[in-house]
């Protein structure tokens, strides 16, 4: 895992969310200021500022455009490396990701054994998701996975609930400082906290005192991670804070947080009341669809994990001496997933990535059921996640299982981070200059990277007259996707020739 990560954070360049974070954990870092990108909260942001700082950029304190100029800037306009510094402001993410392997490893083998955490284990280190956005600057996974430790914390402090119920808190605490997108979690952890406390044989009151050291804990590490940027909790925001009345107003107003936090789920809100259009299985929409998100799993999982998960969750639920950890492995993952899927933006299974680490914990229960042919099925549909893993290497961000076609056609079927997010521009240049050297190129491309900094000299082909367009149009699938107008009069007299990185079409006209 440690392997695909890091070969695959080498060759990609940028991706859309990138930018936005290393821009704003530099400006953490040099500068301790809450400024940028407050629709997240600070600590996956500082740990990317980590990788950051060593790579000892160049920051211009006195920059003054938005949060998407601000990456920009510091990436390729302020004498940078954008190379270096992508990867070393990946490394601390990659270095995140295997460490959440020990805990997803732990989680099982507490629950049914060795055996099981093995199994566990090698669906995680092996999910093609999970590698994609591990590798990446970005806060999905580190997410997940402290939402993921929290609940197995929680589970072990059925014995030792002094030790185990505040570092509980910690995690969750943790998760919270990550996305905004975790709070859902918050009930459901105290909940299994709560539980934990009368599992062990104490009473009612100790449980809900439990329950409250959880939300003392995880209260203290977000104060704590805002204090980290800037002690003095300066708060002036670059854009535009949308009020939030009725309810939703109500409960932002009751949180327990820096006002900074505050404005960021106002912000989250007015996202999510912006027009978004989506693409699943050829079709362009407006809106979202509430089937997307499972829709979007069933194609990017291998089948052998899928098969493996159902199997583990009903393992779970039917074994009696599993079901008490039935709300420790699917409480906060059916809740979060059901916070996702009403939301807006059909944007990709990052928003779940959750669900690849709770339901390998349960996968790889299934090994406690005590026939042998169950272990010897489980350990084929291991085999055949991990072939189907290592067959899309080092495209893992475009997977698609094979009753889907593989990665080669998950344009067919989804857009945006699910298989196109800005991420093989370094790849185009490599073929535009040994394949197609000193052709006029016609771009149009979907992400964040500069293509005159790789040598990639390009027009839009949606600002010339048609007659003008001839030679390569090169096109991001997720623009070709939902072309409307020019540029689908332009793809309708064009053919395609190459395909770069499985997200990214070259056509001839």
């Not at 590698?131 to 996974?141: M, N, Q, R, W, Y």
């Given at each position: 895992?440690?392997?695909?990560?890091?070969?695959?954070?080498?060759?990609?360049?940028?991706?859309?969310?990138?930018?936005?974070?290393?821009?704003?954990?530099?400006?953490?870092?040099?500068?301790?200021?809450?400024?940028?990108?407050?629709?997240?909260?600070?600590?996956?942001?500082?740990?990317?500022?980590?990788?950051?700082?060593?790579?000892?950029?160049?920051?211009?304190?006195?920059?003054?455009?938005?949060?998407?100029?601000?990456?920009?800037?510091?990436?390729?306009?302020?004498?940078?490396?954008?190379?270096?510094?992508?990867?070393?402001?990946?490394?601390?993410?990659?270095?995140?990701?295997?460490?959440?392997?020990?805990?997803?490893?732990?989680?099982?083998?507490?629950?049914?054994?060795?055996?099981?955490?093995?199994?566990?284990?090698?669906?995680?280190?092996?999910?093609?998701?999970?590698?994609?956005?591990?590798?990446?600057?970005?806060?999905?996974?580190?997410?997940?996975?402290?939402?993921?430790?929290?609940?197995?914390?929680?589970?072990?402090?059925?014995?030792?609930?002094?030790?185990?119920?505040?570092?509980?808190g910690v995690a969750l605490g943790a998760a919270l400082a990550t996305r905004m997108s975790t709070l859902p979690a918050v009930p459901v952890v105290m909940a299994l906290a709560a539980l934990s406390v009368v599992a062990g044989g104490r009473r009612a009151v100790r449980?809900?005192?439990?329950?409250?050291?959880?939300?003392?804990?995880?209260?203290?590490?977000?104060?704590?991670?805002?204090?980290?940027?800037?002690?003095?909790?300066?708060?002036?925001?670059?854009?535009?804070?949308?009020?939030?009345?009725?309810?939703?107003?109500?409960?932002?107003?009751?949180?327990?947080?820096?006002?900074?936090?505050?404005?960021?789920?106002?912000?989250?809100?007015?996202?999510?009341?912006?027009?978004?259009?989506?693409?699943?299985?050829?079709?362009?929409?407006?809106?979202?669809?509430?089937?997307?998100?499972?829709?979007?799993?069933?194609?990017?999982?291998?089948?052998?994990?899928?098969?493996?998960?159902?199997?583990?969750?009903?393992?779970?639920?039917?074994?009696?001496?599993?079901?008490?950890?039935?709300?420790?492995?699917?409480?906060?993952?059916?809740?979060?997933?059901?916070?996702?899927?009403?939301?807006?933006?059909?944007?990709?299974?990052?928003?779940?990535?959750?669900?690849?680490?709770?339901?390998?914990?349960?996968?790889?229960?299934?090994?406690?059921?005590?026939?042998?042919?169950?272990?010897?099925?489980?350990?084929?549909?291991?085999?055949?996640?991990?072939?189907?893993?290592?067959?899309?290497?080092?495209?893992?961000?475009?997977?698609?299982?094979?009753?889907?076609?593989?990665?080669g056609r998950t344009r067919e079927w989804l857009h945006d981070s699910n298989v196109d997010w800005g991420q093989d521009l370094g790849r185009l240049a490599d073929r535009l200059r040994e394949r197609y050297a000193g052709e006029r190129v016609w771009l149009v491309y979907?992400?964040?990277?500069?293509?005159?900094?790789?040598?990639?000299?390009?027009?839009?082909?949606?600002?010339?007259?048609?007659?003008?367009?001839?030679?390569?149009?090169?096109?991001?699938?997720?623009?070709?996707?939902?072309?409307?107008?020019?540029?689908?009069?332009?793809?309708?007299?064009?053919?395609?020739?190459?395909?770069?990185?499985?997200?990214?079409?070259?056509?001839?006209?």
């Open positions: 895992m440690a392997g695909a990560m890091l070969t695959t954070a080498v060759r990609q360049t940028p991706t859309i969310d990138e930018p936005v974070y290393v821009g704003a954990a530099a400006e953490y870092v040099h500068q301790h200021r809450l400024r940028h990108n407050p629709e997240h909260p600070p600590l996956g942001k500082l740990l990317i500022g980590a990788g950051v700082a060593l790579a000892e950029p160049h920051v211009d304190r006195d920059f003054a455009g938005d949060q998407g100029r601000l990456g920009r800037h510091l990436l390729y306009e302020s004498g940078n490396d954008p190379w270096h510094l992508m990867v070393w402001a990946r490394l601390p993410v990659i270095a995140l990701t295997l460490l959440f392997g020990f805990v997803v490893f732990s989680f099982a083998r507490d629950l049914a054994g060795r055996a099981a955490g093995s199994a566990a284990l090698a669906l995680y280190c092996f999910s093609p998701d999970v590698i994609a956005h591990g590798s990446l600057a970005t806060l999905d996974v580190p997410a997940a996975g402290f939402v993921l430790t929290s609940a197995w914390l929680a589970w072990r402090a059925r014995r030792r609930p002094r030790w185990y119920v505040p570092l509980a449980a809900m005192a439990g329950a409250g050291v959880v939300a003392l804990a995880a209260i203290a590490v977000v104060w704590a991670v805002y204090l980290a940027v800037d002690p003095r909790l300066r708060w002036a925001p670059e854009q535009q804070v949308p009020v939030v009345h009725g309810l939703r107003g109500l409960l932002v107003r009751l949180l327990p947080f820096p006002e900074a936090y505050r404005d960021g789920v106002r912000l989250q809100f007015g996202l999510e009341n912006r027009p978004w259009q989506g693409f699943l299985f050829g079709r362009v929409y407006d809106g979202s669809l509430w089937y997307y998100l499972p829709a979007a799993l069933l194609v990017k999982t291998p089948l052998g994990a899928i098969a493996l998960w159902a199997g583990g969750v009903v393992a779970v639920v039917a074994s009696r001496r599993l079901r008490p950890a039935a709300p420790y492995v699917l409480a906060a993952p059916a809740v979060l997933f059901a916070a996702a899927v009403p939301g807006a933006r059909d944007l990709g299974v990052r928003y779940v990535v959750f669900v690849p680490l709770f339901l390998a914990v349960a996968a790889g229960c299934v090994t406690a059921v005590r026939r042998r042919w169950v272990a010897a099925g489980a350990a084929v549909l291991v085999a055949f996640a991990a072939v189907s893993s290592v067959r899309a290497y080092p495209f893992y961000l475009p997977y698609s299982n094979e009753a889907f076609g593989g990665p979907k992400g964040s990277g500069v293509p005159e900094f790789y040598g990639i000299e390009s027009t839009d082909p949606r600002r010339a007259p048609l007659a003008a367009v001839r030679g390569l149009v090169v096109v991001s699938d997720s623009a070709a996707a939902k072309a409307t107008g020019r540029l689908a009069e332009l793809l309708g007299g064009s053919r395609p020739v190459d395909r770069v990185g499985h997200s990214i079409t070259i056509y001839r006209r």
